[in-house]
């Protein structure tokens, strides 16, 4: 199979879909790999780089697309690459569809064969290619949100581990799948006092098993939320549903009762955001406040550290590249339920459950 590596071409998003590695293993499989000239730049990863893996480098991304059976990328494509996409080629990235009309109307129209990392899910019900990305962020989350309860950005001008004599900050996790609990983890180390809440009895149990003492749970209710965001400084919106929008759990309203400078910073704005007042950001300009709350809403959290990003990515889309490439798309989902999962649009039809009823829509949109 010929295989592409464009560019990624988002609001500085300096990841790449695939590590020279990665090229090394599809090369020694006997596949085509084009790279796009400088698109592992940003990770630190350069042409000669791929070029020793055994691909070959082309300078535009419209090259690379026209040339290309399979494009392995990193974040969806934004309405440059819309026209690039032909008919049945195969997109491996990631979508969040649920979040965007436009583009899953976008996706319909090209007629790609749209597989999305975000909802491959195995038969643990994991998702093994959003995992490396949401531990990324969620450990993130705490960094940014430290950075912004400082008073300079208008935060709190809180010091979440505290000093001797002065308590620490307090930090409100809401979700306690993999975002809340590396979030958890990196504010625990931090010594804030944090407080995961989430519907999932097993999951608080699993939280409350490895946690230290100062890392309590809740359960995630209303009335609970509304209670606990009148003295918490940081709270960090971790919740997913696999593949549709996010719930608002933070409504307009609820930010008056938080006091002036609380931050939150919303994981996911990928899938719309559990904030009402979520919309997303980059890293250019990050963040923005409403009723005196600094809101943290970036889009490609993890493309602030490309690296660390890039080789974790490719270390779990690696081995379904691979089987997407030997066995083609059809005969690879048929095998593999876990990769079945992660189809969402083929060729012009919408296949994912969620996507149809994000939008309220009966039937198929084309």
């Not at 084009?34 to 000669?48: D, R």
């Not at 791929?50 to 535009?60: H, M, P, R, V």
Request: charged share 20%; with cysteine; net charge negative.
């Amino acid at each position: 199979m010929i295989v592409g590596i464009p560019k990624e071409i988002k609001n500085n998003e300096s990841r790449v879909g695939m590590t020279p590695g990665g090229v090394f293993e599809l090369v020694k499989n006997g596949h085509k790999v084009y790279v796009q000239s400088e698109a592992g730049e940003g990770s630190g990863f350069f042409n000669q780089d791929y070029q020793q893996a055994g691909a070959i480098i082309l300078d535009t991304i419209g090259q690379v697309y026209a040339m290309s059976e399979m494009i392995v990328k990193v974040k969806e494509p934004i309405e440059e690459e819309y026209n690039l996409i032909q008919e049945g080629q195969i997109l491996f990235t990631y979508f969040h569809f649920a979040s965007s009309e436009a583009l899953t109307k976008a996706m319909i129209k090209q007629k790609a064969v749209c597989i999305a990392y975000e909802t491959v899910e195995d038969e643990e019900g994991t998702l093994p290619l959003l995992t490396p990305m949401s531990e990324v962020a969620g450990r993130m989350a705490i960094q940014q949100g430290a950075k912004y309860l400082e008073k300079p950005v208008k935060g709190r001008g809180v010091l979440l581990g505290g000093v001797p004599g002065v308590a620490p900050g307090k930090v409100l996790v809401l979700g306690a799948g993999v975002v809340g609990i590396q979030a958890a983890k990196m504010a625990a180390g931090l010594g804030a006092h944090v407080t995961i809440l989430d519907v999932n009895m097993k999951r608080l149990r699993y939280a409350n098993d490895v946690m230290p003492p100062h890392v309590v749970t809740e359960f995630s209710n209303e009335f609970n939320i509304r209670r606990l965001i009148k003295t918490h400084d940081l709270i960090i919106g971790g919740v997913l549903l696999k593949g549709a929008k996010a719930p608002n759990l933070i409504t307009r309203d609820m930010l008056k009762e938080m006091r002036p400078g609380t931050v939150i910073v919303d994981v996911a704005v990928d899938q719309g955001g559990c904030v009402e007042t979520t919309k997303p950001t980059t890293h250019e300009d990050p963040i923005y406040i409403i009723d005196d709350v600094v809101h943290y809403s970036v889009a490609n959290m993890p493309g602030a550290v490309p690296y660390t990003s890039t080789m974790a990515l490719t270390n779990v889309t690696l081995p379904y590249a691979l089987k997407l490439a030997n066995l083609g798309w059809e005969a690879a989902c048929e095998k593999d339920p876990t990769l079945k999962k992660g189809l969402n649009i083929i060729k012009g039809e919408v296949v994912y459950q969620e996507i149809i009823e994000a939008f309220g829509w009966e039937e198929i949109v084309a």
